[in-house]
């Protein structure tokens, strides 16, 4: 953020001199102000902590929706891959290994769903008082992060449960949420900024997940696909974070270096990449959600 700063005088016979200043926020790519973003680290915290209480207000059971949502979804996906059509695994309960990949994908696809329209949704905000903008796709995030935590407890649960004890492998787990985290923010910092100017993309956002959703390993493992169909694979960033999860949580074999390495590579780019046209385009969203003179 750019301060100038000025004097204004008063009319002859006084001798006092006005001072002004006019806050504005900086230009370019390279003006990303992460200190700025941080001093507004408590707007972000409000933002989040208001969409946790409207989310689950007046429901009957509260915050375990958080929990119905993944354990029907792992139970219909059990049901059909992993008792109708038996599907090969490692050894692995296939309710676990569902739901170990379903938790990241939920997080990612409710953070980019949800940052999509996010800057809609705050607009008389918006257009009313300067703070940096991305604080509100990151509280988006912040409020995907609860419903994260509690379902990792059932994760947990269903680890006991089943007598599934994680190996040293469990330190990467870690580096999967960062990159589950690079992955969501950036993308969905791509996509709000892209639904400021062209509202088809709040339309498109549902085929956009499901498609996602299909091509991202939560049903199966990489281990399954041919090779010719991999390079496709690793060219999606929720793979290396599914991957990893299952790894460092039930011991799977990791998935081959191309996939990662690549997968990582990209998931950590849509972070960088998001954040510069975010910032890019920022100084048009006022405009652009009738907030202008």
Known sequence: MN???????????????AS?????????????????????R????????????????QTLIGVSWVLLQPL???????????????????????????????????????VISESTNSLITDQRLITRVYFPRLVVPIATALTASVDFGLAMCLVAFLMIWFGIVPGVALGLLPVAILLMMAASLGVG?????????????????????????????????????PDSWRWIFSLNPMTIVVETFRWSLLGTAPTDFYISATSATIAVF????GLMWFRRRESSFVDSLGGGA
């Open 3 to 17: 301060t100038e700063a000025g004097s204004l005088s008063l009319p002859p016979g006084t001798s006092a001199i």
């Open 20 to 40: 002004w200043s006019r806050i504005q926020p900086s230009r370019g790519w390279a003006a990303f102000n992460f200190k700025e973003l941080w001093q507004y």
């Open 42 to 57: 408590e707007l972000a915290y409000f933002l989040a902590w208001r969409d946790v209480k409207v989310r689950y207000k």
């Open 72 to 110: 029907t979804m792992m139970s219909a996906f059990w049901l059909l891959f992993g008792r109708i059509t038996p599907m090969p695994l490692e050894n692995v309960p296939y309710p676990l290994y569902i739901l170990v990949a379903l938790i990241p994908w939920q997080f990612f696809s409710r």
């Open 189 to 225: 910092a791509w996509l709000s900024a892209l639904n400021v100017e062209y509202r088809d993309v709040m339309h498109a956002i549902p085929f956009l997940v499901q498609f996602w959703f299909f091509v991202t390993p939560v049903l199966y493992g990489t281990s399954l696909l």
């Open 270 to 273: 849509s972070l960088f990449s």
